[in-house]
């Protein structure tokens, strides 16, 4: 009864290729995110989406596009891959006051 | 950025209660304290959030002070699996898909 998945949970590729990561929720929320982790482990709001509506884009690189076909999903698609890329992903959902978090995909770029 | 100020790492023996602060003197009337944890290696965790009263309840409780500026989180009995870091953040909920801003938080190590 996993609240907020996301697959894969590990992704390993090469620079230069496009990949995507998924994030579903099954709470019924309206709101999801997604967030960056660095190695140094700072946490980053990337993108929130609301009712299938982009409401926050932080600065981040347009290779990266969210897409929320529905408002159970919030995909992230990275196109041309960097280095720099390398991190853990993380989706949320949230009804208000409380994010509820998914496990994380540990991506590494080659 | 961060609008909060954490200590960087804390002890605690287990059993005991591990109390965590955290400054926040340039608060908004209308923005709430947050606390989340994350363990190693899995997704942050929502804890507590209060506005101005102290609140409990199942995980901890947090205290904040009448002028607002600062708060604690309290983990009555803190066990070995309660080390984390602690993240304080404060944030407005005047809209939807207002997002958390992490600091650095605090490194909590519980030890036997």
């Known amino acids: ?110 | 950025d961060a609008k909060t100020t954490q200590p960087t790492s804390m002890d605690c023996a287990e059993g005991r209660a591990a109390n965590l602060p955290c400054n926040h003197s340039t608060i908004s009337g209308n923005e709430y304290v947050y606390w989340y944890r994350q363990i190693h290696s899995q997704g942050p965790q929502y804890i507590i959030h209060g506005l101005k009263n102290n609140e409990t309840n199942e995980m901890a409780s947090l205290i904040i002070t009448e002028d607002r500026k600062s708060s604690t989180l309290i983990l009555p009995h803190a066990t070995l699996r309660d080390t984390a870091v602690y993240y304080c953040i404060v944030r407005a909920l005047n809209q939807a898909g207002t997002a958390l801003i992490f600091g650095k938080g605090t490194t909590l190590s519980v030890s036997s």
């Open chain 1, 1 to 110: 009864d996993t609240a907020v998945s996301q697959t894969p949970k590990y992704l390993v590729t090469q620079m230069g290729n496009d990949k995507s990561i998924k994030c579903e929720q099954n709470l019924g929320h309206d709101t999801m995110y997604w967030y960056k982790q660095d190695s140094k482990k700072f946490l980053k709001i990337m993108f929130s989406y609301n009712n299938k509506e982009l409401i926050i884009n932080e600065t981040v690189p347009n290779r990266f596009s969210p897409k929320s076909p529905d408002k159970a999903h919030l995909n992230l698609h990275i196109n041309s891959l960097e280095l720099g890329d390398s991190a853990v992903y993380f989706c949320a959902s949230s009804p208000g006051h409380e994010q509820f978090f998914g496990p994380g995909t540990r991506l590494t770029v080659l």
